[in-house]
Every structure is written in structure tokens, then in C-alpha cells.
């Protein structure tokens, strides 16, 4: 156990909907990181979030936006789902920015997009 | 950051040594070479990580050659719940992101 949550476990959506995905980070944590892992790919990089300000983003498009509140939780936001959004979507909390402290993984919020 | 290149499956028996390997020709003098591995339908566990010295934790060892073009993560005692999907990662200190490759899917047996 990394200390990490994220809720809901399982989320089926139609296209065109919109989702909220929630990421708790490990305790005393300030750095939350979402990936996105496809099936039979590896997690990739989507954004950071450090002291609830944007430090850094993938090649994803403006619809996957994000938040991190003042006790660093964290929220993944995706308008306007299209198919290949379905993936299994992972959080990742970690101690400080540009350091070499490893990051601590959820269990992941498999999305479904119908 | 600098790619990675790992064969896309393994097996060992039980017991035995588990040696992964990973190509970083291109890695940079300040950039780490990390570990993760995933079971199946987790999040990925971080195993280690190092610069250019050989390093060992309570997990696995890693093996960085002095060119730092490759690396090997070694199982000293392979069980069945080493069973999963090991990813070789290059990480500058300059960027938090972790970049993913397709990893090696390492299958114990008995």
C-alpha cells in the first residue's frame, strides 16, 4: 500500500460526456502527477500539479484539465470523452519538484468510454 | 529524455535470479536510470533507481554499466509474486515526469 487513493475504482461513460476522476496524495505529499495507461501500453505522462499550480504537461489535448486543492489532493477532469479516453487513468503523489524522490502510484480508475 | 529499450518478455523459475535488461545509449550525464514494475491491474512500484553506481535495496540490485549505456535490475530470488510488467526509465532531475516504455513482462514459474 503507497498511501495512495483514487475513486472511483471502475467509471463507465458514453462519448461526449464529461468526468471527474479524484486522486488523494500520500500524506505530507505536495506533488500529485496523472498518467494514463491505454491497455498493453506504459502510464503516460498526462500532467503535474505542485502546490495546486500546473509544473509541467504531457501531449494531451485542452480537455483534460486538472486541480490541486490546498491539502494536495487532486482531480482529473476530461470534457467531451471520446473512445479512446477509455484507459486506466493513475495518480501519483510524490515529495517535492525536480528532486529525485520516487513517486508513489494509486490503484487506478479504469474509465470506460462507450 | 533519453529512451529505453528492454525485451518484451522474460521467464525464470522460481527461486532462481531475475536478470532484466535495459539499453539507454543515449542517456544524458544527469539523468537516472529508474525501475518500476507493475502487477497486473495495479499502479506501478517503484523497485530503484541510481546514477552510476551499482546500488541494492531490500527488493533488487542495479547494475549500471560504466558507460551508462545499459543497466540490468536483478531479482537475487525470484517468487512468483515477482510477476509483472518491469519498466527501465531515464529520468533527468530536470523534469518530474516519468516516460514509460512498453517494459518487460517478467513470468515466474514454479
Known amino acids: 500500500e503507497t498511501g495512495v487513493t483514487q475513486s472511483p475504482t471502475h467509471l463507465i461513460k458514453t462519448r461526449g460526456q464529461q468526468v471527474t476522476l479524484r486522486c488523494s496524495s500520500q500524506?505530507?505529499?505536495?506533488?500529485v502527477s496523472w498518467y494514463q495507461q491505454a491497455l498493453g501500453q506504459g502510464p503516460q505522462f498526462i500532467f503535474q500539479?505542485?502546490?495546486?499550480?500546473?509544473?509541467g504537461r504531457g501531449n494531451f489535448p485542452p480537455r483534460f484539465s486538472g486541480l490541486q486543492f490546498p491539502n494536495y489532493s487532486s482531480e482529473l477532469n476530461v470534457n467531451a470523452l471520446e473512445l479512446d479516453d477509455s484507459a486506466l487513468y493513475l495518480c501519483?503523489?510524490?515529495?517535492?519538484?525536480?528532486?529525485?524522490?520516487?513517486?508513489?502510484f494509486g490503484p487506478g480508475t479504469r474509465l470506460t468510454v462507450l | 529524455d533519453a529512451k529505453t529499450t528492454q525485451p518484451p518478455s522474460m521467464d525464470c523459475a522460481e527461486g532462481r535470479a531475475a536478470n532484466l535488461p535495459c539499453n539507454h545509449s543515449?542517456?544524458?550525464?544527469?539523468?537516472?536510470v529508474y525501475w518500476y514494475r507493475q502487477i497486473h491491474s495495479q499502479g506501478p512500484q517503484y523497485i530503484i533507481h541510481?546514477?552510476?553506481n551499482n546500488e541494492t535495496n531490500e527488493m533488487a540490485s542495479l547494475i549500471i554499466t560504466e558507460d551508462r549505456k545499459s543497466s540490468t535490475l536483478i531479482l537475487p530470488h525470484a517468487t512468483l509474486r515477482d510477476t509483472a510488467v518491469y519498466y527501465c526509465?531515464?529520468?533527468?532531475?530536470?523534469?518530474?515526469?516519468?516516460?514509460f516504455g512498453t517494459g518487460t513482462r517478467l513470468q515466474v514459474f514454479p
Open positions: 501519483a503523489s510524490s515529495l517535492g519538484r525536480g528532486s529525485y524522490n520516487e513517486q508513489f
Open positions: 500524506s505530507g505529499h505536495n506533488t
Open positions: 500539479y505542485y502546490r495546486e499550480e500546473e509544473n
Open positions: 543515449t542517456i544524458s550525464g544527469n539523468e537516472y
Open positions: 541510481g546514477l552510476k
Open positions: 526509465i531515464v529520468r533527468s532531475l530536470n523534469t518530474d515526469k516519468l516516460i
